[in-house]
Structure formats: C-alpha cells, structure tokens
C-alpha cells in the first residue's frame, strides 16, 4: 500500500466535483468520424457520486519495476536504446483545488520516432523500431510529482480525413483514488504546427483547454548534452468536504 | 469584485485511440517482456471469498457491430459489500479481492471476459441498500471521454426493484439496459452506445 493522503489525516472520502462537460469534449463530434457511430445520444444521467464512484483501488510502488518509467530502454536490447530525440516529461498531478495528489498511477503509451506504432492492427510504412517497445507508467510521490523518459514521438498520419495527421502526442491514462476521477487524454509538445490542424485536437472546443494539454519545453530542466524536458501538469477532479472530514479526528 | 476561487480545471479529456492496448494492455498487444502481467487481469485467487461468477460483456457501435478495440475496467464491491480502498470506511474488505479488473475486447469478437465474485450490497447516499452492481468505465477510439455505467445483475430483481439509482431512471424502458442476465455462472452484458437501446451512461 502506498501512502494515500497527508499524513495524520484519513484519506478523503467526499464526493467529486461535477465535471465541466463544457471543456471536455462532447462525444458527438463528426470531425473525428469515428465518434459519429460510438457517441451516445441520449443525456447522461446525473448522480451525485456514491461509494462506488468515491472509492478506487489502490496502486503501490512496489508494484514498478525498474524500468517502467524509462521507455527509451525498458524495450530495448542490453546496452542499446530507443531511436529519436531523448527527453523527460515530468509534472504533478494536481486536482481542482490545486492539491498534489499522491499514489497515482500513471501509463503512457506513444509512437516511435517515425510516428509508428507497435501495434498488429498499425500498418504506417515507418519502420518500427526494435528496441523501441511505446509503453511506460509510473506512480505520483507524496506531492503529486512524476517524472519518466523517452523518445519524442513523431506524427503520423491516420484514416479519417483524406489528409489527416496527429501531432506528436504521448496517450496518458491516469487512475486517481477514485474510479469516478478515471481519466484518458494526450499530451502535445510545445510549437507543434499539427495540434491546430488535428481533428482529435479539435473535439475540444477551448483553445484553453487545449492548451492546457500542451507541454512546456523547460530548458531549466533539461539535462544538458543528455536530454531536453516537457513539464505537463495534470488535473484530477476535485473533492468536497465531507462533515467526517470538517471534524477532526480523535476529539 | 469577490476574490478568487482560484479553481484548476480538469484536464480535458481526449480519446483512448486504437493502441490503448499498449499502454494498458501490453501484454495483450504481445508486448512482452516490459511488465511481468497486464494490470487488472487477475481479479480473484484462492482465497478470495465469495460465489464466484463469470461476466461477458461486449459494446456494439449505432450500426450493431462490436467494437474490437474497446478497453473496459469495472469496480466492484467484495462479497460482503466493502470496497477494497483507502477511502471505505465502514470496514475491511476481502484483502484477497481487489474488486478492480481491465480488459481489452478481443480483436476478432469483441467480447471480454471478467472472473470476479458477486459483490454484496453497498449503501446509496442516504443510506438505502443498493442492488449488487459493478461499476463499469469504458474507453476506445472514437469515445472522447470515458463512459460510465453500471451493470445490475438480473436474478437481483427484489433488489433492482429498490435500488435508488435504477430508480432515477425516468424512462423504465430503458432500466433493462443495465442488467445482464444470468446463464449457469455467466452474465452477458451488452452496452450499446447508440440506438433504441442505448445503456444509460452517468454523470457522476
Ligand atoms: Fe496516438
């Protein structure tokens, strides 16, 4: 078990904070044809969260090996490495408070340097890479930081459009304490020409928000003659208060 | 002018894509060699307590075919109704059920298939039982933001009958969309995202 929560305080249990469906995307968006068969149509039922949602499992450090979080040799042959520009992306997962959330489990996946993945149903004529695998994960420290290394992907043209393509963009999925916290989204690299062109980008309808998916190159961070570093933050949803939390415990 | 809030915004969410498997599923996407198993892909053992159960579950596009690159996750409660998490205060959970699984549908059929337990029955806000249900979370290309839904179990039908969420259903026809129904030791369940069946989804 990881230590959930500050110390000296039980781990919250207070309900989520409605999400602002206004900023996620809505998931009827015929730009992105594929959303146009697998988008629901009724309205969502509105719940405030109960247990079920409140509640989630929990995800140790013990459970990483050693290289999770090092994609640029976790695939790769004992003393080579994974082609491309070598980076770290690092950041903390904070939630709507402003709060570091620890303990949360964190996985990536990505294309290699030539924007191919390594995926039976991927056909792009990029060539894969053999020592180049496309997955990591990690888990969040006490104030929420992280950090991993790999390769910048590259963008890669996709059917939808007769001429579509994806920005660079690293998947992330980030399992919170909650099941009702459940997030899926991508991140984007700073500059990047393709992210205003993208029709996945543009399921988003504020430019805001699609920024706030976009890394921030950190020459500050960077290890020089090494690699270069992206910060990209995370926001969870947030909690309110329970009344077993406003008391304080023992008294 | 009133102060701030200084609220952060979630970030916002963008689709899983057709590779999620080799984020979350590497194994699966014959990935090998990075992590020793897919997370989520054991979700009962020896000890785990309770009557052990079988759930196939697919989801079906408004055409009627399945989706073959879907990744579906469920949360549920152990036998006894305790959640095994930090944030579960009426008690110890089953330390040898997880109640957390994940799976991609297969690339052929489009069906999954969960080994879990019946989870017992859970409180509602105001303390009302709620029926036996699992918690079901779904992504794939083409969903923008992750569904959630639940799936009630069809030989429950005292407790479906007074479970409070079933309950806000406006439209009864639509109740139905949430039970699988039992055969033997097995429960199919079918999530359609669109059509005259389409499964209630929350906001919650
Ligand atoms: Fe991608």
Aim: negative net charge.
């Amino acid at each position: 078990m990881s230590n959930i929560g500050a110390p000296n305080r039980p781990p919250e249990a207070g309900a989520f904070f409605q999400r602002d469906r206004d900023w996620h995307p809505p998931a009827f968006t015929p730009g992105y044809k594929t959303s146009v068969l697998r988008s629901p149509r009724r309205a969502l039922l509105s719940l405030n969260s109960t247990i079920s949602e409140i509640t989630g499992p929990v995800f140790g450090h013990d459970m990483l090996g050693e290289l999770d979080d090092d994609m640029i040799v976790n695939f790769a042959k004992p003393g080579e490495s994974a082609i491309g520009p070598r980076i770290m992306v690092y950041g903390r997962v904070l939630d709507e408070r402003g709060i570091g959330v620890p303990g949360v489990l964190i996985e990536v996946w990505q294309a290699n340097a030539g924007g191919r993945y390594r995926h039976k149903k991927e056909s792009y004529l990029a060539p894969l890479d053999p020592n180049f695998g496309g997955c990591g994960r990690t888990i969040s420290g006490d104030d929420g930081s992280y950090c991993f290394r790999t390769i910048q992907p590259g963008p890669y043209p996709w059917p939808n459009g007769p001429n579509d393509w994806r920005p660079a963009h690293i998947h992330f999925s980030v399992f919170g304490h909650g099941f009702g916290q459940r997030l899926i989204t991508q991140m984007y690299f700073e500059g990047d020409p393709m992210i205003w062109k993208c029709p996945i980008v543009k399921t988003i309808n504020d430019p805001q928000a699609i920024e706030q998916l976009t890394a921030a190159l950190d020459m500050q961070a960077t290890l020089p003659m090494d690699m270069r570093a992206y910060k990209f933050d995370i926001v969870l949803r947030g909690r309110r208060s329970t009344m077993f939390e406003n008391r304080r415990e023992g008294n | 002018m009133a102060q701030k809030l200084d609220r952060l915004k979630e970030s916002p969410s963008q689709t899983a894509g057709p590779y999620v498997h080799i984020g979350l599923t590497p194994n699966f996407a014959d990935i090998g060699g990075v992590y020793p198993d897919d997370l989520g892909a054991a979700m009962v053992g020896d000890k785990t307590k309770g009557e052990r159960i079988t759930v196939k579950m697919r989801v079906i596009d408004g055409a009627g075919t399945p989706l073959k690159d879907a990744l579906i996750e469920i949360w549920q409660a152990d036998a006894a109704g305790l959640y095994n998490s930090p944030a579960e205060r009426r008690g110890a959970a089953d330390p040898h059920f997880t109640g957390w699984g994940r799976r991609a549908t297969d690339m052929v059929s489009g069906e999954c298939v969960f080994e879990t337990i019946k989870p017992g029955r859970v409180p509602f806000n105001d303390g009302r039982p709620m029926a036996p249900h699992l918690t079901v979370w779904i992504v794939a290309r083409g969903i923008n933001i992750g569904l959630h839904t639940r799936m009630y179990f069809g030989d429950e039908e005292a407790a479906n009958a007074e479970d409070p969420v079933l309950a806000r259903i406006e439209h009864k026809v639509r109740v139905p969309t949430l039970i699988a129904q039992r055969s033997g030791d097995t429960y199919v369940f079918d999530i359609q995202l669109q059509g005259d069946d389409e499964t209630v989804f929350f906001d919650i």
